[in-house]
């Protein structure tokens, strides 16, 4: 008898060192589902290969990411060990304590140096300057624009156009060569049309593209520190580039009106616009000839300037952290050192990541890569973002409701539009006790 | 009325020599139900009923303050929300009409000896068997304006169908009114066929035309039938949410439900989506039991 117990006992104690020694070897990473995601995939597989610890990305649609990230953090539920969240999720997550502090982690490796400023500005601190860090830049991201080139140095086009506006036709340096452009090649009778730009209204899309222009024009959204908004989101210089963007979207194709990233990458593969917003995320499929056509004669240009010779884009892009319901966090904590290492990153970006380590993005070998990593160079360093308090999304709807009617239908004008956001913020603030 | 309807157990039957009676086994079948309906539905909505008087937030630590009245007072005074409900009013008219013009007039032509009946009624109730979302998607590229095909096949050039403001509330109607008409079809069809023959023989011998005929015997005959049909199809558009979150993200087609997903889902709002739900319930509560006075009213003629 005391055999059998004794036996069974050990039995039990096996399964249990196996149970747990099985689980610290498997880690999942929660991502949007794109083609970032699909590399980072490739990467993790390496790290499998050197250590043994299986590591899995798991994606979800982009239109669902947030929801379904914050119902499992909200449940403090211990499905995803890390996850690559969006940058203005940063507040909210860190406030509730569902990301681990990585504080420490940061400045031992003194990650403030190896990755660019603004992915650490933007991805990994929260408060703003307050030293505390909360994930660790992975994917940078911003927005930059792709063109047909064979409209562009088509000898009659350059000829029309120069007769028309008295300068030549090349990518635009500023924000009303934007519009000349688009005006130019903008012929409905020839289904042929001038720009595609975001206007996608379920989540940041029209945010982000208004942005663009708000950002170059000189404007800002607010202040991020005194949350002080009167006569900075409805300044002069963000009604002029409000409305430059409500004219943008007189030469979009027709129905534009709920487009984002897929849309604004089909305005070039199926012939529609001459100029196309989008993430450089993705670029990579526009000079793919299997899913891009006119992949060889697609051209790529940063978001020009604005009137006073501002030039600064809306950030996409996100960090990785660690969620704190994770049971595996120790083992978490290793794969982001070696996730930093210098290595990894150059290997980050040869299998397509946009890695936000300034050294492999200095470089001359990352820069002629591709025919959009010059421009991605360039603008990761002047670039910035949305509010990341943790009333974002209450933020981003009043955002949305304000001025979605004005670009898209033209209903008052875009100083109402921003009074009235203004307003909203205003209250949405006294509301959480900003002020 | 129970003892009606409840017949005894028969005493050879296996049930009974196994010792189970017939309150046994009533009480076998309905305790399940019963407790998924109290874990899954009652205790939900009466918890929910509390959060509404709070300021709870589902994506934070912070511990819920009662408010008292202050969400139902905010919300009631919030335009946008007005605005919400007014849009949500006027696709459960275009829709629900619709439906029930489309519905019973396609009862009315299956109602006769036609050849393949089966198999026509059939194909028609195929878009109701269909996923709200794949029909979205679906009726997104038909609504194309580039290369959309109901553009091409009325000749409309690029017509805006889902981008412009005025025309995208009737493009979601019109597709819900595709997909639920066979549903109206369906009942008008069964309150149809049960008018009995004879009473159309005796109108053909009083040679009442056929308005007077429609009018006076169809009509109030399959009208109590007709209002069950309304009713669910009134209580399903005003909850409307996937064909119009997929179709259009136009603020003229922001209907009552999807504002409520935005603000308990992306804005975690959770004290105050919780109390725009109660409103919502209520109206659809208010809504329903006026129906059914009517509905009483009409059988009784």
């Known amino acids: ?435 | 009325m129970a003892t009606v309807v409840m017949t005894s157990l028969d005493s050879r039957s296996r049930a009974a020599s196994r010792g189970l009676s017939d309150i046994k086994i009533r009480n076998l079948f309905i305790i399940p139900t019963i407790l998924f309906l109290i874990v899954f539905n009652i205790f939900p909505l009466i918890y929910s009923l509390g959060y509404s008087f709070t300021d709870f937030r589902a994506s934070s630590n912070a511990p819920a303050n009662f408010v008292g009245l202050q969400n139902y007072r905010e919300l009631l005074n919030d335009p946008f929300i007005w605005a919400n409900f007014a849009i949500t009013a006027k696709y459960v008219i275009v829709s629900v009409t619709g439906q029930v013009v489309v519905g019973f007039g396609t009862a009315m032509l299956l109602n006769r000896a036609i050849p393949f009946k089966g198999l026509i009624t059939t194909l028609l109730l195929l878009p109701m068997m269909l996923s709200m979302a794949v029909v979205g998607l679906f009726w997104k590229l038909l609504y194309d304006p580039s290369f959309g095909i109901i553009n091409y096949a009325l000749g409309l050039g690029t017509f805006e169908w889902l981008a412009n403001p005025d025309m995208a509330l009737y493009a979601v109607a019109i597709t819900d009114i595709w997909m639920w008409s066979p549903f109206v079809m369906l009942l008008s069809l069964a309150g149809l066929s049960a008018v009995p023959r004879h009473l159309y023989e005796a109108a053909a011998i009083d040679r009442a035309g056929p308005f007077y005929t429609f009018f006076r015997i169809t009509l109030p005959l399959v009208a109590p039938i007709l209002m069950i049909a309304i009713i669910f199809r009134t209580m399903e558009a005003f909850k409307t949410f996937d064909l119009a979150y997929i179709l259009t993200s136009q603020p003229t087609t922001e209907v009552i439900s999807i504002r409520l997903y935005k603000m308990a889902f992306q804005e975690w709002q959770t004290g105050r989506s919780c109390a725009l739900a109660y409103i919502v319930l209520i109206m659809v509560l208010a809504i329903t039991n006026i129906y059914v006075k009517y509905l009483n009213r009409v059988k009784e003629r």
């Open chain 1, 1 to 435: 008898m005391r055999k059998t117990v004794a036996g069974l006992m050990t039995g039990i104690g096996f399964m249990f060192a196996c149970g747990t020694s099985a689980q610290s070897q498997e880690l999942t990473i929660f991502w949007a589902e794109w083609d970032p995601a699909n590399y980072l995939q490739e990467l993790v597989n390496e790290y499998e290969a050197e250590t043994g610890v299986t590591i899995t990305v798991e994606t979800t649609p982009w239109a669902d990411f947030q929801t379904k990230a914050f119902t499992e953090f909200n449940a403090k539920g211990s499905a995803y060990d890390m996850v690559v969240g969006d940058s203005q999720w940063i507040g909210a997550a860190s406030e509730a304590g569902h990301y681990v502090d990585l504080t420490e982690f940061f400045n031992k490796h003194k990650l403030k140096e190896v990755m660019a400023p603004a992915t650490v500005k933007y991805y990994a601190e929260y408060p703003a300057n307050s030293g505390k860090y909360w994930s660790i830049p992975a994917e940078g991201d911003a927005v930059g624009w792709s063109y047909r080139k064979d409209w562009f140095e088509d000898p009659k086009e350059m000829e029309a156009f120069k007769a028309k506006y008295g300068y030549d036709l090349a990518p635009p340096k500023d924000w009303k060569q934007l519009r000349d452009i688009a005006e130019f090649f903008h012929r409905p009778d020839q289904k042929r049309y001038g720009i595609a730009i975001y206007t996608d209204n379920s989540y940041d899309g029209l945010v982000m593209g208004v942005e663009n222009a708000i950002f170059s024009f000189g404007g800002e959204l607010g202040d991020y520190s005194t949350y002080k908004v009167d006569s900075i989101i409805n300044s002069e210089k963000n009604v002029k580039a409000l409305e430059t963007y409500r004219e943008l979207y007189g030469f979009t194709p027709p129905g534009w009106a709920k487009s984002f990233f897929v849309e604004n990458n089909q305005a070039i593969t199926e012939n529609l616009a001459a100029m196309s917003m989008n993430y450089f995320a993705f670029f990579p499929a526009l000079v793919n000839e299997a899913s891009n056509p006119n992949a060889k004669v697609t051209g790529f240009f940063a978001n020009p300037a604005g009137p006073d010779g501002d030039q600064y884009a809306a950030l996409g892009g996100q960090g990785i952290s660690i969620v704190s319901y994770s049971q595996n966090k120790e083992e978490a904590m290793k794969f982001l050192e070696w996730f930093i290492k210098d290595e990894t990153q150059k290997r980050w970006a040869e299998l397509g990541g946009y890695t936000a380590s300034a050294k492999v993005l200095e470089s001359e070998e990352f820069q002629n890569a591709t025919p959009y990593n010059k421009a991605f160079y360039e603008t990761m360093f002047r670039v910035k973002d949305f509010w990341a308090t943790p009333e974002y999304a209450e933020l981003l709807i009043q955002m949305n409701q304000r001025i979605y009617p004005y670009v898209t239908a033209g209903q008052g004008t875009a100083k109402e539009a921003l009074d009235a956001l203004a307003e909203d913020w205003n209250a949405t603030f006294k509301k959480y006790g900003r002020h």
